[in-house]
């Protein structure tokens, strides 16, 4: 277990196993062979704080890995969320329309954003496992110097 300071970073942000993590602070849940769903990670979603407002990509986009496909908008900042990977967004999360909250609330299942076709599965090498994601949050929280 990662420890920042007093406290387990576990305890903090979820990061949970079997999904694909990037530096942008997306991840990525594959649901088939060439099928993920993606949204933002807890990390990400507890910095931004209160969510008001998700713009979404339209479904059938062609996108390209590291590519803008979003935007989240919250209280504190808005945000562009990047692709994570190469590929088409077969259909987006239009709850988040009239409730964007459910990014705060659930990021890893209500809240996801897209599901995406993926056109290179290769690039999920690029990408990040659970416990990588963990080490690398907790280097941001300790250069930021953040203790709660």
């Known amino acids: 277990m990662l420890k920042l300071g007093s406290i387990e970073l576990s305890e903090r942000y979820s990061v949970p196993e079997g999904l694909y993590y990037t530096r942008d602070h997306e991840w990525v849940k594959l649901t088939g062979k060439r099928t993920a769903l993606i949204g933002i990670t807890d990390y990400a979603q507890r910095k931004l704080r209160e969510i008001i407002y998700v713009e979404l990509p339209q479904p059938q986009t062609r996108v390209v890995q590291k590519q803008v496909i979003a935007t989240v908008e919250s209280v504190k900042a808005s945000v562009d969320i990047y692709a994570p990977l190469t590929g088409k967004l077969l259909e987006v ?35 990040m496992e659970a416990d990588e994601y963990s080490r690398y949050i907790a280097e941001l929280e300790e250069e930021a110097g953040e203790e709660e």
Do not use: C, H, V
């Not at 329309?97 to 954003?113: F, R, V």
């Open 93 to 127: 999360n239009t709850k988040l329309a009239d409730s964007p909250e459910l990014i705060n609330d659930s990021p890893y299942d209500d809240g996801w954003l897209a599901r995406f076709e993926i056109a290179d599965e290769s690039e999920l090498q690029t990408l």
